[in-house]
């Protein structure tokens, strides 16, 4: 209780082997970046639980890199949290990385006031789950070509996204808004198969699940790539200013709205501005 663990340099665990971190009732790790399972082969895990703290101090030169070209685990729960400052998040860094961010339970809490990518070149799996909560200035599911990138929301978590941000860029995205997660963007577009080659979904399940966007944001369906918007039992997408499909020639956007209380709202709608939109 009350530990406290203070690094001027980053933290690794796992180099080219394992390594773990478990921080708990109260602790305190401070460090000025990290990665987890850094070459490939290696495992990293880190947990942060109990009320402990893992603090990124510092600029945008930072990062917090999971599974970067190995696997990295980085769990988050029963009250702990990781305040990432400036520090950029990446899981599932290079084409071999494997990262898992999971924050669950009440109190559990990953602040970023810089960009969260779920998937640069690799696979990455973001995890918010029994109210849970993440807050983030940017997030990229699934950015480079051949990267993967899941996001799944559920059972009261919420994710919060304070600028434009991308669910399939250049890779595969998927958002799973389910069991009465819910999803808020504030003043800015979110893009759900940003890039051509890319390919976004987002599905918003159950009542009580919904995606919220707050101000002047666009809700953007294939704005170059291939996008998906599925609203099942009770789901609801709310938007201020307009949701478009099929931005370009080339791109494809598709919105499903199916079953009772299940709600898309917008001022406006486009179908296919200049590609394929139903």
């Known amino acids: ?85 400036q520090a950029s998040i990446t899981l599932g860094n290079a084409a071999t990385g494997d990262g898992t961010l999971n924050v669950d339970g009440a109190g559990s809490v990953l602040d970023s006031q810089n960009s969260l990518t779920v998937g640069q070149s690799g696979t990455g799996i973001l995890n918010i789950t029994n109210s849970g909560t993440a807050s983030t200035h940017t997030v990229t599911a699934g950015a480079d070509a051949g ?47 940003g890039s051509e080659g890319g390919t976004g979904v987002l599905n918003v399940e159950g009542q ?4 919220t ?11 170059s790539g291939s996008g998906a918007v599925n609203i099942h039992s009770g789901g609801a997408v709310s938007n201020k ?12 956007g598709t919105i499903t709205v199916d079953g009772a209380d299940s709600l898309l709202r917008s001022p406006l709608v486009y179908l296919g501005m200049m590609g394929s939109g139903t």
């Open 147 to 193: 990267s993967t990138g899941v996001i799944n929301v559920s059972q009261a978590g919420h994710l919060d996204m304070g600028n434009a941000s991308a669910i399939g860029s250049y890779g595969s995205g998927t958002l799973n808004i389910t069991e009465g997660g819910t999803v808020s963007i504030d003043e800015a577009t979110l893009s759900v198969g």
């Open 1 to 85: 209780t009350g530990s406290a663990l203070n690094l001027s340099s980053a933290l690794t665990l796992g180099y080219s082997g394992t390594g773990e971190l478990m921080a708990t009732n109260n602790a305190i790790v401070n460090s000025s970046g990290g990665t987890l399972g850094q070459l490939a082969g290696s495992t990293g895990t880190a947990t942060v639980s109990s009320g402990a703290q893992w603090t990124l101090p510092g600029g945008t030169q930072n990062s917090l890199i999971i599974g970067d070209a190995g696997t990295g685990i980085l769990n988050i729960n029963t009250g702990g949290t990781v305040s990432g400052g």
């Open 213 to 223: 966007q707050n101000g002047a944001g666009n809700l953007m369906v294939g704005m």
């Open 241 to 252: 200013t307009l949701i478009a499909s099929g931005m370009i020639a080339t791109a494809n």
């Open 208 to 211: 009580g699940s919904a995606l």
